[in-house]
């Protein structure tokens, strides 16, 4: 779809992509626009992203040691669409995630042939291209939507990625509000909007959504599941059941009770502590463990096969839960997820 256009048409598609400095400081160079300006931004928002990624937590040099790339030259040789989907998807630690149970529309084309297994990556995302909601293509192009010339007051999708025929990535952006700041080049001020973020991960092989957000509105999270039902047309293949998921007390008793279970982590008395009982080494020792409140507990640590050493938490309070790994790649992340949805329904059946 991008490199369909004509080459001004790109440049103008690039605007609403890419951050407005860095999209600016390259076309200010330029007084006319060739082939050589498209890949030049291009390479401007693969740096950007390189930046980000590097900031904070590190995700770069993490994403490098735990993948076929061990270089940072051929992680750049990826595509910005591929580099875009790390940053998007490695950020997600800390955030409280909700998971949403969907069942499958049996008379629909695609639900037949995916719950078939007949279903490829091709099939899906070119039923998605022709009956998608309004973005989906933009989406699913080399660069993502040209989100800035589209955000708005309700979420917008912003990003589409297969991570494999079973798994679809998605990010939404919402415009909360916006903040006027001088622009130097300009000499005037101009609007920037304040941008929440909403991401989720349909699992078409366990039927769960898994959906999380930064400082989203329950109405926010609505919009992104009705967008997501009908990801594959307005006669949704898919519909969500978000009234049969139900975290309790037991169901964290049962992941306690896992071969996979370490401990329940407490840090020293002075503050630094995820729970409000103790310093002991584990809650169940303690004088004080409230045996009739599991959800207190804070955070669980568990070993997994596939990923090691990982914490996370469960809300039987919000039905949701918190994984506690700042440094995990896409497919490890993943996995976790598919570990708590497997055992969060075996708890409950």
């Not at 605007?15 to 050589?36: A, D, I, K």
């Not at 349909?202 to 999270?221: A, C, P, T, W």
């Not at 469960?314 to 598919?338: G, W």
């Amino acid at each position: 779809m991008f490199r369909d256009m004509e080459v001004e048409e790109q440049i103008s598609y690039l605007r609403g992509c890419l951050p407005l400095n860095q999209f600016e400081q390259v076309t200010s160079q330029h007084q006319t626009y060739s082939e050589e300006t498209v890949e030049e931004l291009i390479q401007e928002g693969k740096d950007v992203l390189q930046l980000q990624m590097q900031e904070g937590r590190d995700h770069w040099e993490y994403l490098k040691e735990n993948s076929e790339v061990i270089g940072d030259q051929e992680l750049m040789e990826k595509s910005y669409r591929e580099l875009l989907y790390y940053f998007v998807s490695m950020g997600n630690s800390l955030l409280e995630t909700y998971p949403v149970p969907f069942s499958f529309n049996e008379d629909h084309e695609i639900a037949e042939l995916i719950e078939d297994g007949e279903h490829t990556v091709e099939s899906l995302r070119t039923h998605i291209i022709e009956e998608g909601g309004e973005g989906s293509e933009n989406a699913l192009s080399e660069m993502g939507r040209n989100i800035w010339s589209v955000i708005e007051e309700y979420p917008q999708i912003r990003f589409i990625y297969f991570e494999d025929k079973d798994h679809i990535y998605f990010e939404f952006w919402v415009k909360a509000s916006e903040d006027r700041e001088f622009h130097e080049r300009k000499g005037e001020f101009v609007e920037f909007p304040d941008i929440r973020k909403i991401d989720c991960r349909l699992h078409l092989d366990d039927n769960v959504i898994e959906l999380r957000g930064r400082s989203e509105r329950e109405k926010d999270r609505e919009r992104v599941l009705n967008y997501v039902e009908r990801i594959f047309g307005n006669s949704t293949a898919l519909t969500v059941n978000p009234e049969d998921i139900d975290i309790t007390d037991d169901t964290i008793r049962h992941f306690m009770n896992l071969p996979e279970f370490v401990t329940i982590p407490h840090a020293s008395k002075a503050g630094t502590a995820d729970s409000n009982w103790t310093s002991d080494s584990d809650v169940r020792d303690d004088d004080e463990y409230p045996d009739h409140r599991p959800h207190n507990y804070g955070n669980m640590v568990f070993n997994l096969d596939t990923v090691g050493r990982v914490s996370f938490q469960l809300s039987a309070d919000d039905n949701s839960f918190r994984i506690f790994k700042h440094k995990t790649t896409p497919e490890e992340h993943q996995q976790i997820v598919d570990y708590i949805w497997e055992n969060t329904n075996a708890a409950n059946n």
